[in-house]
């Protein structure tokens, strides 16, 4: 039956739940280069790189921590994946000007961040539209 062929609220729940967890791994991983990188940078560029790596532990935290049901929990993915995005563009504004070897693992780093959160976010996005067919 078509019934049979949509996945059930819970597996939707299960994918969410794994999207979470695989972005939040992604996003511990840049924070972590960020804060590595960081240190071989100088004034501004420094303080700019290590916040949005602290922004970045933030997203991860909350992605870990608050995790509801069903549609909630899609919106909620979608939200916190759209501030890790912008945290991670931020990162690449902030090493733009120093046109280093550093700077260019730096800004890989967040193109890099960049390209998972979009794959997620899809990911994501075709979830509920699973979710949603299943009602």
Same mark, same amino acid.
């Given at each position: &039956? /078509?019934?049979?062929?949509?996945?059930? +609220?819970?597996? =939707?729940?299960? +994918?969410?739940?794994?999207?979470?967890? &695989?972005?939040?791994?992604?996003?511990?991983?840049?924070?972590?280069?960020?804060?590595?990188? @960081?240190?071989?940078?100088?004034?501004?560029?420094?303080? @700019?790189? !290590?916040?949005?790596?602290?922004?970045?532990? +933030?997203? #991860?935290?909350?992605?870990?921590?608050?995790?509801?049901?069903? @549609?909630?929990?899609?919106?909620?993915?979608?939200?916190? /994946?759209?501030?890790?995005?912008?945290?991670? !563009? !931020? =990162?690449?504004?902030? #090493?733009?000007?120093?046109?280093?070897?550093?700077?260019?693992?730096?800004? &890989?780093?967040? !193109?890099?961040?960049?390209? +998972?959160? &979009?794959? /997620?976010?899809? $990911? =994501?996005?075709?979830?509920? $539209?699973?979710? @949603?067919?299943?009602?």
């Amino acid at each position: &039956t /078509i019934q049979n062929a949509l996945p059930s +609220q819970e597996e =939707v729940r299960t +994918q969410l739940q794994t999207h979470a967890q &695989t972005f939040a791994n992604n996003l511990q991983a840049a924070a972590t280069q960020f804060n590595e990188k @960081a240190a071989q940078l100088s004034g501004d560029a420094q303080t @700019a790189v !290590r916040q949005a790596a602290q922004h970045l532990e +933030q997203q #991860v935290t909350n992605l870990r921590q608050q995790f509801p049901d069903g @549609a909630q929990a899609a919106d909620k993915l979608k939200t916190s /994946i759209e501030s890790a995005l912008a945290e991670a !563009r !931020r =990162v690449q504004e902030a #090493v733009q000007p120093h046109a280093d070897a550093v700077a260019e693992s730096l800004k &890989t780093a967040a !193109r890099t961040a960049v390209e +998972q959160a &979009t794959v /997620i976010t899809n $990911q =994501v996005q075709q979830s509920v $539209q699973q979710a @949603a067919n299943a009602h």
